[in-house]
């Protein structure tokens, strides 16, 4: 026995030497487990289990979607870098070691102890993160040598501009390492400023290097590791990245806590990150390592991180949430418009909106190219003599065609740029397959920073129901026709507003809406009377067809 055991200690001990060598070669001290370079485009590394539990919050590599910035040859910092677009994945090697004192990795050890005492009993104190605008503390180009042929170099540039990174050594970045859970807390501290923070104990047995940036993580709740191990070694996956960068803006503010959220990747949705990963994509902070995957269990490198970290800066952090103007149900919604002008044209939303209302509605189709168009026909025929379903027209086609006044049929793209975030939008999706729209539609009102301001309506139920999987923070109104629809519609899960036709507007029927906690609204309201009538029954809202008229009576009678 005590051969054996004598040499063992000597396998370990030759073990130890040639793991040194090897590392030497990288010109860094690694422990054996940290050793491995990856040179392939599509190496996949198995997710970081040892220290997991940063459950529904993980994350994992990206593709060409995550597609490289320009290659160009420019170095300028803020400039060149195109937030529009994703990185190809280099997964490519290992983990960061740097000369800045809190970015560099320490031999690994057995189980490292912090000076800090350790508290296996107890949780941190939590703390908040701010998010703000990063000062630049480096201006002009990086010293990284190494950098000048990567996707990533604009994005590795702008991190170092402001202070996130300080380089693997003084002249390289090595863009294609894999990042460490140790490593992910100091990029995140930086982001967030790095604050001062002193914890009162320690949670953890594993960590040293990054102790105090990962205890700030672990107060913070953007982590919490498996205490009383951290595992600051261990490779941070793409389905753990989008974990963590969803956990920050959660308790930053910037995001709500309990959203729900889906992406078109097939390879996320039995993932533990799946809302996480679907969070990522709504904020366009990732469009996937491939159109229809997204690898949450590869390990992610430092130039994909780099790549991240700047969208999530730009998209997210620096953000401010916009009030939205008035309130969405603020009685009077402007029906297409106004019906003095021609429908759901410039004119007529410009008109509605001189005359005081700040809720435009939209009908939306879809045309052949599967851009989505303000149209409350499926077929061009009575706005523009032209007997064509847009469905079977594309867009070069339809944008030959011109109503009475001389305007094209406008996309709802050109609608939101014309009015931003200053009107809300009431918007129907009526194409002959609405629930093929839902997601293009919410991506739309995602890029355009809408979400404040958009509610969705359908007279289909189950299009609601899939805008409340996407987008469940969007408001939305069931339209009903009949009686009969009018009760099913009571019992939607999803419906905030009840909106029905103007001849079934009654007491009893205002009154049952009221007593499901749901708004009561009417479509379509153009005399008088039924104006004054909507008004004394306690109507919430109500699309029209006279704005000005509906204004005044408003005015008069509320």
């Not at 202070?163 to 002249?171: A, N, S």
């Not at 008035?326 to 002008?341: C, F, L």
């Not at 009893?508 to 008004?535: G, M, P, R």
Request: proline share 5%; charged share 25%.
């Amino acid at each position: 026995m005590k051969k054996r055991k004598f040499g063992l200690k000597k396998y370990q001990r030759l073990l130890m030497l040639g793991t040194v060598f090897l590392s030497s070669l990288q010109g860094v001290v690694a422990g054996a487990s940290e050793i491995t370079t990856h040179s392939s485009l599509d190496r996949i590394e198995g997710a970081d289990n040892s220290g997991s539990s940063e459950a529904p919050e993980s994350e994992g590599p990206q593709y060409m979607d995550e597609s490289p910035v320009s290659k160009d040859t420019s170095s300028s910092v803020a400039g060149t870098v195109r937030s529009d677009t994703e990185e190809v994945s280099a997964n490519s090697s290992e983990t960061e070691r740097k000369v800045n004192a809190t970015e560099i990795k320490p031999e690994q050890q057995a189980e490292e102890q912090s000076e800090y005492s350790l508290d296996r009993g107890k949780n941190l104190p939590k703390i908040p993160v701010n998010l703000k605008a990063l000062a630049v503390k480096n201006p002009g180009s990086s010293p990284f040598k190494d950098i000048s042929h990567s996707i990533y170099k604009n994005y590795i540039n702008w991190n170092y501009s402001v202070g996130i990174t300080t380089g693997y050594t003084p002249t390289t970045y090595k863009p294609d390492y894999y990042v460490t859970r140790g490593e992910m807390a100091v990029f995140l501290h930086r982001l967030a400023g790095a604050p001062g923070y002193t914890p009162p104990f320690n949670v953890y047995t594993d960590i040293n290097q990054y102790k105090n940036q990962i205890l700030w993580l672990t107060a913070a709740n953007i982590s919490n590791g498996t205490t009383p191990h951290y595992n600051p070694n261990g490779n941070i996956t793409r389905g753990q990245m989008a974990a963590f960068l969803h956990r920050m803006a959660k308790e930053s503010g910037k995001t709500p806590k309990d959203g729900k959220y889906d992406s078109p990747f097939k390879d996320a949705q039995n993932s533990m990150f799946k809302n996480d990963i679907g969070w990522l994509y709504s904020k366009e902070i990732t469009t996937g390592y491939t159109p229809t995957t997204f690898r949450p269990d590869a390990s992610i490198t430092r130039g994909e991180m780099a790549a991240f970290i700047y969208r999530f800066y730009n998209k997210v952090a620096t953000v401010e949430p916009h009030v939205p103007v008035a309130d969405p149900w603020k009685y009077v919604i402007s029906h297409r418009g106004s019906a003095e002008r021609v429908e759901h044209t410039f004119a007529a939303y410009d008109l509605a909106i001189q005359q005081g209302s700040k809720n435009i509605e939209q009908d939306v189709v879809v045309s052949k190219d599967k851009t989505l168009y303000v149209s409350h026909d499926l077929s061009a025929k009575r706005l523009t003599g032209v007997d064509k379903l847009y469905s079977e027209m594309t867009d070069s086609e339809i944008s030959k065609l011109r109503v009475a006044n001389g305007e094209p049929i406008h996309t709802l793209q050109s609608v939101f740029e014309r009015y931003g975030n200053k009107v809300n939008y009431i918007v129907e999706l009526k194409a002959a397959d609405p629930l093929a729209q839902v997601v293009p539609f919410v991506n739309m009102v995602r890029q355009n920073a809408l979400e404040n301001n958009v509610v969705s309506q359908s007279f289909v139920e189950e299009v609601l129901k899939k805008v409340d999987v996407v987008a469940p923070n969007m408001p939305q109104m069931r339209l009903v026709g009949t009686q009969a629809e009018f009760e099913q519609a009571l019992n939607s899960s999803v419906a905030h507003t009840i909106c029905m036709v103007w001849s079934i507007m009654n007491k009893d029927n205002v009154d049952k809406v009221h007593k499901q906690n749901k708004a009561a609204s009417a479509w379509t309201l153009s005399s008088e009377a039924d104006i004054k009538k909507a008004i004394s029954l306690g109507v919430d809202n109500y699309f029209t067809n006279y704005t000005g008229l509906a204004i005044r009576l408003e005015k008069e009678y509320r």
